[in-house]
């Protein structure tokens, strides 16, 4: 039971380049949740999913984009990266939504130059 | 939406004394209230969780302790060991959904 894992663990773009940041759970879990974590401000949503098919814009969606094909995946994208996008992100789920424990990944540091 | 406001943002305390970490929220209709603990470098986890049908829950030496009417919970750390050094954050539900984070509280503990 690997619980929550993301891919990669780091990697660095330049801007305006693509890249897909990939989050998998083995709990069979609904809900799955993209944040990211920058010095002093807590941790933010981007986007998030009540279910496979479904995507649901979070508090910071700009310039990212989500799909949820697969229950146990959750793919978060990065159409043109912008250096404002260098952060941690972290990929999340849950069985209940906002009623019971997230189960975080491991994190994937990203540097947009 | 939810709006969760954390303070202190930084918490020095020596070795075996208490520490308080508050956080106020704005959605009366808030009703799950968890704390996560963030180490260096590692991901958040769970270290307790309240619900708003009641006021306190203790594990061991950490306490949440909830105030529905004046929207604010609180983490208490009582016998702080080296150990518990780390990033703390709470959370409030928004909706059913999701969860708003406070901005976190970097908690140092002096040996």
């Known amino acids: 039971n690997a619980g929550v894992t993301q891919t990669p663990k780091f990697r660095v773009l330049k801007t305006g380049q693509s890249m897909t940041l990939l989050c998998a759970q083995d709990m069979n879990h609904e809900y799955m949740y993209w944040y990211r974590q920058d010095p002093g401000m807590g941790l933010r949503l981007i986007h998030y999913s009540v279910g496979e098919g479904t995507t649901a814009k979070g508090e910071v969606p700009d310039g990212y984009n989500v799909s949820r094909l697969k229950k146990q995946n959750f793919l978060l994208g990065l159409e043109s990266a912008a250096p404002s996008q260098t952060s941690v992100y972290f990929c999340?789920?849950?069985?209940?939504?906002?009623?019971?424990?997230?189960?975080f990944g491991p994190g994937t540091r990203l540097l947009v130059l | 939406g939810e709006n969760v406001e954390q303070h202190p943002s930084t918490l020095s305390v020596q070795e075996g004394d208490s520490a308080v970490i508050k956080c106020t929220y704005s959605?009366?209709?808030?009703?799950?209230f968890p704390w996560y603990k963030q180490e260096l470098g590692k991901r958040p986890q769970l270290i307790i969780d309240i619900r708003s049908n009641v006021g306190e829950k203790k594990d061991q030496r950490i306490a949440v302790t909830l105030n529905k009417t004046a929207k604010h919970f609180s983490l208490h750390i009582t016998e702080t060991q080296p150990e518990d050094s780390a990033v703390y954050f709470c959370a409030a539900n928004t909706g059913r959904r999701a969860l708003t984070f406070g901005s976190g509280t970097r908690l140092q503990v002096q040996p």
């Open positions: 959605d009366s209709a808030s009703n799950y």
């Open positions: 999340a789920s849950t069985g209940q939504g906002g009623q019971e424990t997230q189960y």
